[in-house]
C-alpha cells in the first residue's frame, strides 16, 4: 500500500464572498497546486466536498464544472455530501485512491456559500441546515441544528454538571485564537459575560455559543510517497483517518453524550497511525457549538469523559494548554461554510506540522488530528496527520 | 382510504409499521414501534431492518404513551413555517426513545404523556 500525502494546500478567507462557487474554490485550489508546485496536468482525479448548494444556490453536478473552470475537465471527478463532514469523506476517498495507488496525484477540497450571497435569509438557511435531521421523525418537530446540539449538550450538562459559563469558556478561547487567524470570520475576543448575554438561538445556546453562517474553500493536494519526495514544498503524511456512522434518528442512539460516531473513527484512525490521543499535539476539531466541542475531546479520548467541561476554563485546550484545540479559531471563530470546514481543518494542521503556523503556530508539532462531524454526529471523519519537524 | 379500514387499524397492529402505519397510529393516540424478532431491540420510529443485529424480521409493537424526558431544548431561532419559542424533547419509553415537540416546563426526568399530535409538516407526537 501507497502512503498518502498532503503535499500542497490552499483556503480562502472564511466570511462573505459574492464570488461564485466556481470562483471561489479557484482561489483556494490555485494556491493549493502552487503550494504543492504542480500544474493542472498532474492532477489525475478531482474530489469535491459540497453539502448544500442544490439546495442553497441551485447548483448540482458541480464537480465537473468546477473542474472545467479549474482546466481540468476530463478526470474523474466526484462530489460528495455528508452535512459538516462533507469535505473530510471527499478526503478519505482521495486517500484510499492514493493509498491503492489508483492515483499518484489528486485534488480534494470543499466549497460552500452559507450566507446572504446564496439570497437566502437565516430562517430559509436554518431550514436548510435542518435538512440534515431526519426528514419524517425529526425535522416535523420543528428541531433546528442548533436545537440537536442543544439536545446532546443537555443531556450532558444533566449527566455531568457541565455549565452555561463552561460553555462558554469555549467560545472565549475559540475566539481568542481566531484573533491570530487572518483568514478566520470573526477576529475579534469575547468574554463569558458577552456570550452569556448574547440572544438564545436553541437551549442551552446562545448567538456566541454558535458558529456563524460562512462562505468559504479550502483544497489540498494529496499525493503518493514518490510523487511527495520529488516536491519542494514539506509535505505530511496521512497516516491514519477513521470513518464512523451512528443511527438516525437522534432519539434511537443508545448515548446522546457519547458521539460514538467519533469514538468509533478515533479508534480506527489512532490504530491505523499507531499513536493514542497522548501523542497528539494539535488538533481540529468540530466546534458547530461550543457544547459539541466538549462532547468531541472527551471522544477523542483528549479528556476523561464529563471532565469536558473544565478544558476551556483550565486553559487544557487553549494554545499553550496540554493538548491545543483549535488553533484556528475552530468553526467557532473561523467560520464554517460547511463543504469546506473539513479540508480547512487540514489545511490548519499541515501549516502546524510544517511550522508555517505563525503567530498561533503549536511549537514542534508532529501529530495532528482532524474531528469532523456531520448531522447529529451520526457521521464523523478522524484524520490523523505527521509531519517531521 | 376506507372508514373500516381505518377502524381496523385502530384494533390492530399493522403488520408491517412504516411512516404511513405510524403516522396513521399516532393520529388515533397510540405510539407504535418496532422489535427485532431475533435480537429483540426496540426501536420507536420504524425501519427495513435491526441496527442491532441486521435482521429484517420487524414485529410492530405498540409503545407506552407515557415516558420520562430525556433530554431537551427551547427552539428560539426556528426552521422556515415554524415560530419559535417552543420546546422539543427526547423521550425515554424504557426499551427505547422517540422525539417529540413538547408542552409545559417539564424537566429532564420527570413523567410526561403522549398528549395530541404536531401536524405543521407530517404529524409528530407532542408530550406534556
Excluded at chain 1, 341 to 370: F, N, S
Excluded at chain 2, 55 to 84: C, H, K, M, N, W
Aim: glycine content about 12%; charged content about 20%; some cysteine.
Amino acid at each position: 500500500m501507497h502512503q498518502a500525502h498532503i503535499v500542497g494546500v490552499g483556503m480562502t478567507d472564511f466570511g462573505v464572498h459574492e464570488t461564485p462557487l466556481t470562483e471561489l474554490f479557484a482561489s483556494a485550489a490555485f494556491d493549493a497546486l502552487d503550494d504543492a508546485g504542480v500544474g493542472g496536468a498532474a492532477i489525475e482525479s478531482f474530489y469535491l466536498g459540497n453539502a448544500m448548494s442544490g439546495q442553497s444556490e441551485g447548483d448540482t453536478h458541480l464537480a465537473p464544472t468546477i473542474a472545467s473552470h479549474l482546466g481540468l475537465a476530463g478526470v474523474p471527478c466526484q462530489r460528495y455530501e455528508d452535512a459538516c463532514a462533507t469535505s473530510s469523506n471527499a478526503f478519505k476517498h482521495a486517500v484510499r485512491a492514493v493509498e491503492a495507488g489508483q492515483h499518484d496525484v489528486v485534488l480534494v477540497g470543499g466549497v460552500e456559500r452559507c450566507t446572504t450571497t446564496t439570497g437566502l435569509e437565516t430562517p430559509e438557511m436554518t431550514s436548510v441546515f435542518a435538512s440534515a435531521s431526519h426528514r419524517q421523525y425529526e425535522q416535523p418537530t420543528g428541531i433546528s441544528f442548533p436545537g440537536v446540539f442543544g439536545l446532546l449538550t443537555t443531556r450532558h450538562m444533566h449527566e455531568h454538571g457541565t455549565t452555561e459559563e463552561q460553555l462558554a469558556a469555549v467560545a472565549v478561547k475559540n475566539h481568542g485564537h481566531g484573533t491570530l487567524n487572518d483568514r478566520a470570520q470573526f477576529g475579534t475576543e469575547t468574554s463569558v459575560e458577552e456570550v452569556l448575554d448574547s440572544p438564545i438561538v436553541a437551549t442551552p445556546f446562545r448567538l456566541f455559543d454558535c458558529c456563524p453562517f460562512s462562505d468559504g474553500a479550502a483544497a489540498v493536494v494529496v499525493a503518493n510517497e514518490d510523487v511527495a519526495a520529488d516536491m519542494e514544498a514539506d509535505s505530511v503524511a496521512v497516516t491514519g483517518i477513521g470513518h464512523a456512522t451512528d443511527v438516525v434518528p437522534l432519539a434511537e442512539k443508545e448515548d446522546l453524550t457519547a458521539t460514538q460516531s467519533a469514538r468509533d473513527a478515533a479508534t480506527q484512525a489512532y490504530e491505523a497511525a499507531d499513536i493514542g490521543p497522548e501523542d497528539v499535539d494539535v488538533a481540529e476539531v468540530h466546534d458547530c457549538f461550543t457544547g459539541a466541542e466538549i462532547l468531541a475531546i472527551e471522544a477523542l479520548g483528549f479528556v476523561e469523559d464529563g471532565e469536558g467541561g473544565k478544558a476551556a476554563v483550565e486553559g487544557t485546550t487553549a494554545l499553550g494548554g496540554r493538548i491545543p484545540v483549535n488553533p484556528s479559531g475552530g468553526l467557532k471563530a473561523k467560520g464554517h461554510p460547511i463543504g469546506a470546514t473539513g479540508i480547512a481543518q487540514l489545511v490548519e494542521l499541515t501549516e502546524h506540522l510544517r511550522g508555517e503556523a505563525g503567530e498561533r503556530q503549536v511549537d514542534g508539532a508532529t501529530h495532528a488530528l482532524a474531528h469532523n462531524l456531520g448531522g447529529d454526529a451520526a457521521t464523523t471523519v478522524v484524520s490523523i496527520l505527521e509531519g517531521d519537524a | 382510504m376506507s372508514e373500516t379500514h381505518s377502524n381496523e387499524a385502530a384494533e390492530s397492529l399493522p403488520e408491517q409499521l412504516n411512516h404511513r402505519t405510524w403516522t396513521q397510529a399516532l393520529r388515533e393516540g397510540r405510539l407504535l414501534g418496532q422489535r427485532c424478532r431475533d435480537c429483540g431491540a426496540e426501536t420507536a420510529t420504524p425501519s427495513a431492518a435491526c441496527n442491532a443485529c441486521g435482521s429484517r424480521e420487524r414485529v410492530t409493537i405498540e409503545l407506552p404513551t407515557t415516558g420520562t424526558l430525556y433530554t431537551e431544548t427551547t427552539v428560539a431561532v426556528a426552521p422556515q413555517g415554524f415560530d419559535g419559542g417552543y420546546r422539543v424533547g427526547v423521550v425515554d419509553l424504557g426499551s427505547t426513545r422517540v422525539m417529540a415537540r413538547l408542552e409545559g416546563d417539564s424537566d429532564i426526568g420527570d413523567s410526561i404523556e403522549l398528549a395530541g399530535v404536531l401536524e405543521v409538516d407530517s404529524p409528530v407526537p407532542v408530550f406534556e
